[in-house]
């Protein structure tokens, strides 16, 4: 049991894949149940594992690919981090995206791929090693690409081929990083599998400009998924795929699996000890802290409220580099709970400007005069997010920054504090102005276009319900945070085991 | 008795002070006239509680709560009980003011229920804050009350109200930012060495910014971050301009209870009395002192320009917080007297918050009211500004005494009588003040 | 046993000639369950019992035809089976439209899958000439089948191509005759030396079979046959009958004249193919029309193979043994995914009736599983992981790694992104919603030949241990040799 159950996983959501493609169009209830039932027992098979890796179990599939290189399915402690977000937020945009897209054309060619690329996020959490890592990553490329063209139109074809110029450049890339780490680095393929405190430490000092190097190429790869200025153009681009795949880009599955990439790279490859030494954190560092600012800066030049989410997504993922970059357990979990904060808290903004497109037509910021009186719920679920973004307490945002401020300090980085800071203020820059407009503005004209009535609720249900759910989660997950079962005593568990000697 | 002392011990802090949010949830649009009344309940408890713990000799209240945000721990804190109670008594009187509008029918404006429930969250955060023990809930509070209070400053919507909530939103900003960074950056210092810091508490900050070796910068950075909500000279500007366009009761408790909370984020986590033996801090505590001077005068000289009543009490609080700051920065300097202008400041803290709140409700009663009834309240309203003032037997005398007697031993040169002229500032204030009152 | 795979096909062809109409569609079901059932038979003969020389005839090299049996040859008869009875299903309802076609189309099919199996175990140069003809001419014929006149234009310089290369490959071959008295593989592979001679006829022979393998600059031919005939012809050309010439080319450099060749040499071969990725792939970007797409992306594709020489001669003996592996793997996963490749977008082309890319919208609706096929085809020629493509640009990059000629690193890694540059034109236009015009159902028997094909291509990225485990059985291993 221990060894299949992380195919367990990945075969929830990899069959269902397959069988929603089977599947003719017309059977839209069996598409349903199939996807939700799914959903919830990658859930529950989760939950499982995460309470078996609690105690000390181990849960590792090995097959092998080629003479001395495995393909490895292994849950740790970090892994689950991330299996246990994308299966829940798996759960919770599947049911928006079946609200979002009612009465849409081409839905089981949709809800296949999206399933394809929850099984590669899944792949991504539970690769035991770089090789495997780069399968799901290359894996993910492709099952997201149909998502972001999915309307068809002129400019998501347009969007589409952007996206696909970074991430199959980025792949290609770590393709040649994973390549030279292998054949430079490891002729035996044990060096490359994901060990808490990292593998390389024993190496000789003469090998270390080329590890150095690699680590580089590595980034480089992984970085343009993880939106690193300056690989993040394809972002803001991808912004026209429908907004339940920008909210799955966002906040798992692209942008966080090279985050959780480079965190992997630095933890589990390296060893975060002996990437100090060789000096390559401090550059990373840097770079993620510019990415933070710009991020920022351009986010807030934006009037579309995507647009504007979708900057804001490449300063805040930044946040997981610079944390995995900060010498010292705190900084450690400040980064790692974030890729779990940022995504639920960035889920939340997306359904909730999914849910002003759909409903009433909104699209840019200046037309969000007044929404807060009209969509009460959404609009109390996009204050959350976006409080929680800037870091106030006591939501999730707030406590990866805390983290991340004490870990730089740690870290003896106090010049991060800056960046966090000005980051914070920068974010209060874009994000108050929309949560002024929504609740303070009164609305004057007719809405630019509106879909769905006011009924029982402001809106569709199915849109209306997760978008509240990840609102409480991104609250809950700053106000229990001291709890046992909370993602910040989870992170403090991965951090621990990584500086464990 | 021993039912409500049992009630003392038993019911948590967070209780109290999660209340008001909890009316929050009742407040709608169509039923907000009638529920009036929720804001004077929404302090009840607190008051209560409060009563009854120095109705039993102030014993030890802590709440403990190690699962909620990163680890709670609230006390009712000896030292700052006065203003908590000040602070607890003014939202009620508040509210009844807010009370009273809707009843009559006054309050025409749109956005009511918005209005009450910004009301109830600032009330939140402000009361709750000055319970808060550990830094997370204590920063999350004063976020609360900060952010929440822009919905009373802008709550007419007029261009002015507009304009000064711009003001007042981006000098929140500013000031949540540096009182983050100090916060954190302190809070490392007094977390070192553990693996998974929770919150450290707020009575361990101090020590941790003296042992530093940045201490100078983190206890500046906290200086200013609490700074611009105390209303600090230089970052005070959102005040004169927010006062005169907040609704009467809501710069009530902005001026009278709100500004107080930059304070207590003074006392309670700049290195002061014992932390600031040795002199490190001297320079900060000079600027403190300096800040406050400029405060306390140069906003009498503002404010005898100001065209509305309510933007000369706002100069006013300015002024006032100068003196407090000055005291600050003086207890500061001489760690050995801390002991005593901390007391001073407490008693001057309360004292300001109260006659500064009727003040203020006196601009609305005089609006409101005509003829002999407003020349009665204008005559009451002598009161009040003459223990701003500070004549003899009134709580501003028993108030800047104690300070006075403190720096008569201090080799403090011309501090003395510079402190003493600030009651001539006060005095053309509450001139103007009666003056533009009359006029209305 | 071996002889068999020469007969089944041979008597195929001739039953098919031979029998009426409906009687030749019966019997070619029984023959391609007797065709893949030999292969898998011979394939597990050999695992267990190890290679197997086998003289027809008894009569022994150098005089008689005698036939190896090794773990690459049962590998490629393996591949050879599998491709063409697929192609064959898919053929069977495809050729429903074109009757006149179909009744040349069975018999040459058999002589091709005769001559490639003669290819695959030949165990002397002259067998392997009389394979290559063969080949070609069978080749041809299916390529001119339509007999419209683009179609016999390529064909006719197809024929022109095939003839010259054969006529340099023979004249190689006299000239190793000339001087060493034999054509047996093992014998000349001791015997042949570095001089002038042997350079000359394997420089003849080299010519010739680029030529036939359409290496670059010697492709021109191969578009517009690949890409005007019949799509299972198409599937069947790209996926096999060019890997016959380029299986001797290999056959010639590492085993036959591996004591003959140069480093140079080699690192020549490697710009040729380099080009060959660079040009293919740059002019299947460019076309318009789908198919010449596919067949430019051979071209492309051959570029690769090309890699094994400067990759496996003149190296270390790990870096030889890494080409080759990877080599191996491309050959097998280029050709099941370009068959596959092919009879997805015949499909395509039958539903929409055109093939041009530009208009290609609404194809996703009703053509899913094509379009799919397509897709997973795609994966692998871009060498995505998880497919054979990737595990052999895998094994490819590790070998430039590790003889440290990192020139082929970059071309290969640059090689993926222009292979995913034209493949995603097509994927990019399939997502257009509307349709321009009325778009068929097809056969769902030509959707799912085609998706079994592409499956077989991406599930090799977890079974490569397979063919891996059957080429240890070879005695074939490249050499590490080589003057510089």
């Known amino acids: ?501 | ?440 | 046993m071996t002889p068999i795979l020469l007969i089944i096909p041979l008597a195929f062809a001739i039953l098919t000639l031979l029998l009426p109409r409906n009687w030749a569609r019966a019997t070619i079901i029984p023959g391609l369950v007797l065709q893949v059932g030999a292969a898998v038979l011979l394939c597990i003969q050999i695992y267990h019992d190890g290679p197997q020389d086998y003289a027809l005839g008894d009569w022994q090299a150098p005089l008689g035809i005698s036939l190896i049996a090794d773990g690459f040859s049962v590998t490629l008869l393996a591949l050879t089976s599998l491709v063409a009875a697929l192609c064959a299903v898919y053929a069977q309802y495809f050729l429903t439209r074109y009757p006149r076609e179909q009744r040349y189309f069975w018999p040459l099919f058999w002589f091709l899958l005769a001559a490639l199996n003669g290819i695959w175990l030949a165990g002397d140069l002259f067998n392997l000439y009389v394979g290559l003809e063969l080949l070609g001419l069978s080749a041809v014929g299916m390529v001119a089948l339509t007999a419209e006149k683009t179609t016999l234009k390529a064909a006719l310089d197809y024929l022109y191509a095939a003839l010259f290369g054969s006529l340099a490959y023979l004249a190689g071959v006299a000239l190793l005759y000339g001087a060493y008295g034999t054509l047996s593989i093992v014998q000349l592979s001791e015997m042949a030396a570095a001089n002038p001679t042997t350079q000359v006829a394997l420089g003849l022979m080299t010519v010739g079979l680029l030529l036939k393998t359409a290496i670059f600059p010697l492709h021109y031919w191969l578009p517009p046959a690949h890409g005007g005939a019949l799509a299972p012809v198409s599937a069947l050309l790209s996926a096999l009958v060019v890997k016959a010439s380029f299986y001797i080319l290999a056959l010639l450099w590492l085993d036959v004249g591996a004591l003959a060749v140069t480093v140079n040499a080699a690192q020549a071969m490697g710009f040729l193919g380099a080009g060959a990725i660079f040009w293919g792939s740059w002019q299947a970007f460019q076309t318009r029309q789908i198919k010449m797409l596919v067949a430019y992306s051979t071209v492309a594709q051959l570029g690769y193979l090309m890699l094994l020489f400067p990759l496996a001669i003149g190296v270390s003996e790990a870096a030889a043994h890494l080409a080759w592996q990877g080599t191996v793997l491309h050959l097998l996963a280029h050709a099941f995914a370009k068959a596959a490749m092919f009879l997805a977008v015949g499909t395509l082309v039958l539903a929409l009736g055109h093939g041009r890319i530009n208009d290609f919208g609404g194809v996703s609706q009703r053509n899913p599983v094509a379009l799919f096929a397509f897709g997973l085809s795609a994966v692998s020629l871009m060498g995505l992981p998880p497919s054979g493509g990737f595990n052999a640009k895998w094994l490819l990059l590790q070998s430039a790694i590790a003889s440290g000629q990192w020139h082929w690193f970059v071309v290969m890694v640059i090689g993926g992104l222009l292979t995913a540059a034209y493949v995603f034109r097509v994927f990019r236009v399939s997502f257009v919603q509307t349709a321009k015009h009325d778009i068929q159902e097809t056969h769902p028997a030509l959707q799912f030949s085609a998706l079994a094909l592409a499956l077989m291509a991406i599930g090799l990225g977890f079974a490569s241990e397979i063919p891996m485990s059957f080429m240890n059985l070879t005695d074939f291993t490249p050499s590490p040799g080589g003057s510089p």
């Open chain 2, 1 to 440: 008795m021993t039912l409500l002392m049992y009630l003392l011990h038993q019911v948590p802090l967070p209780l109290l002070v999660i209340f008001p949010l909890v009316l929050v949830a009742f407040v709608h649009t169509n039923t907000v006239r009638r529920r009036g009344w929720m804001l004077i309940a929404a302090p009840i408890p607190m008051l209560l509680a409060l009563l009854l713990w120095y109705g039993y000799g102030q014993p030890e209240f802590v709440t403990e709560v190690p699962w909620l945000m990163l680890g709670l721990h609230w006390r009712i804190d000896p030292a700052l009980a006065p203003i908590l109670l000040m602070t607890t008594l003014l939202w009620t009187a508040a509210g009844t003011y807010v009370w009273q509008q809707l009843r009559s029918g006054g309050a025409e404006e749109p956005h009511i229920a918005r209005y009450l429930r910004c009301w109830l969250l600032t009330l939140t955060g402000n009361i709750g804050l000055l319970v808060a023990g550990d830094i997370a809930s204590f920063y999350t509070l004063f976020a609360l009350m900060t952010f929440a209070a822009f919905g009373l400053v802008i709550h007419t919507q007029t261009k002015n109200a507009l304009f000064a909530g711009k003001v007042y939103i981006v000098l929140a900003v500013v000031g949540e930012g540096l009182l983050l960074s100090g916060l954190i950056w302190g809070a490392a210092h007094a977390a070192a060495g553990e693996l998974t810091p929770t919150a450290p508490l707020l009575t361990h900050l101090p020590g941790a910014i003296a042992a530093s070796a940045q201490g100078v910068w983190i206890a500046l950075l906290l200086f200013l971050g609490f700074g611009v909500k105390a209303g600090l000279a230089g970052l005070h500007w959102w005040l004169p301009l927010a006062h005169p366009v907040a609704p009467t009761p809501a710069s009530a408790v902005l001026s009278g209870a709100m500004i107080k909370a930059g304070l207590v984020g003074w006392l309670l986590t700049l290195p002061l009395g014992e932390f600031a033996a040795g002199g490190n801090f001297a320079s900060i505590a000079s600027l403190a002192v300096i800040l406050g001077l400029v405060g306390a005068f140069g906003a009498a000289i503002m404010g005898v320009f100001a065209k509305k009543a309510k933007a000369v009490l706002a100069y006013s609080s300015v002024s006032q917080m100068g003196m407090i700051t000055v005291m600050l920065g003086t207890g500061w300097l001489y760690d050995a007297a801390w002991e005593a202008v901390f007391a001073a400041i407490v008693v001057f803290s309360v004292h300001h918050g109260f006659n500064k709140g009727v003040l203020f409700f006196g601009v609305g009663w005089v609006g409101a009211l005509s003829g002999r009834a407003a020349t009665l309240i204008l005559v009451l309203l002598l009161i009040p500004a003459l223990n701003l003032i500070g004549v003899p037997f009134s709580s501003g005398e028993y108030a800047k005494d104690l300070f006075k007697a403190v720096i008569a031993d201090l080799p403090v040169g011309l501090l003395y009588p510079i402190f003493s002229a600030g009651a001539l500032a006060t005095t053309a204030l509450m001139l103007r003040y009666f003056y533009l009152l009359r006029k209305t």
């Open chain 1, 1 to 501: 049991m221990t060894t299949l159950l992380p195919v367990f996983v990945l075969a929830t959501s990899l069959i269902t894949a397959v069988l929603i493609f089977v599947l003719p169009e017309r059977h839209i209830r069996l598409r349903i149940g199939l996807n939700l039932t799914a959903a919830l027992l990658k859930i529950v098979l989760v939950a499982v594992m995460v309470a078996g890796i609690a105690n000390q179990v181990d849960y590792e599939f090995r097959y092998e690919l080629l003479p001395g290189i495995d393909l490895i399915l292994r849950a740790d402690a970090l892994s689950m981090l991330f299996a246990g977000l994308s299966s829940v937020l798996w759960l919770f945009t599947t049911v928006y995206a079946i609200g979002y897209l009612e009465g849409a054309p081409n839905r089981s060619r949709f809800f296949g791929f999206f399933s394809l690329c929850v099984a590669s996020t899944m792949g991504i959490a539970l690769a035991g090693n770089l090789f495997t890592f780069l399968i799901f990553f290359e894996l993910l490329t492709l099952s997201t690409y149909p998502l972001v063209v999915h309307r068809g139109t002129e400019e998501s074809l347009k969007a589409g081929r952007t996206y696909l110029q970074y991430t199959l450049g980025g792949g290609a890339v770590l393709l040649v990083g994973v390549a030279l780490m292998y054949g430079l680095v490891d002729q035996t393929g044990s060096m490359t599998e994901f060990a808490e405190t990292g593998t390389l430490a024993a190496i000789p000092s003469e090998q270390h400009f080329t590890l150095a190097v690699i680590f580089f190429v590595l980034i480089a790869g992984l970085g343009v998924k993880a939106a690193l200025v300056p690989l993040h153009g394809w972002l803001p681009i991808a912004m026209v795929a429908p907004a339940p795949v920008s909210a799955l880009l966002h906040a798992v599955a692209v942008v966080k699996a090279g985050a959780f990439g480079i965190v992997r790279v630095i933890y589990n490859i390296y060893g975060v000890e002996f990437a100090w030494q060789l000096g390559v954190l401090l550059p990373l560092a840097i770079l993620a802290s510019i990415t933070i600012i710009w991020g920022s800066l351009r986010a807030l030049q934006q009037v579309e409220v995507k647009k504007r989410l979708a900057y804001s997504t490449v300063s805040q993922v930044s946040y997981i580099a610079l944390g995995a970059c900060l010498f010292g357990p705190v900084g450690t979990i400040g980064g790692i709970v974030h890729l779990l904060h940022q995504g639920i808290m960035k889920v939340t903004l997306f359904f909730c400007a999914g849910n002003y497109a759909e409903t009433l037509g909104i699209h840019k910021i200046k037309d969000l005069d007044g929404a807060g009186a009209r969509m009460p719920l959404t609009s109390i679920a996009f204050t959350l997010g976006a409080f929680g973004m800037i870091g106030v307490p006591p939501l999730a945002g707030f406590i990866s920054k805390w983290y991340l401020g004490i870990g730089a300090l740690d870290a003896g980085m106090s010049w991060v504090i800056g960046v966090l800071i000005l980051s914070s203020m920068l974010n209060a820059g874009y994000f108050l102005p929309i949560v002024y407009r929504l609740w303070f503005k009164s609305r004057r004209e007719p809405w630019p276009d509106e879909h769905i009535p006011r009924g029982r609720f402001e809106t569709h249900g199915l849109l209306l319900w997760p978008t509240v759910a990840t609102a409480v989660f991104s609250l809950a997950a700053g106000l229990f945070a001291a709890h046992a079962w909370s993602p910040l005593s989870w992170s403090s568990l991965i951090a621990f085991r990584e500086y464990l000697p």
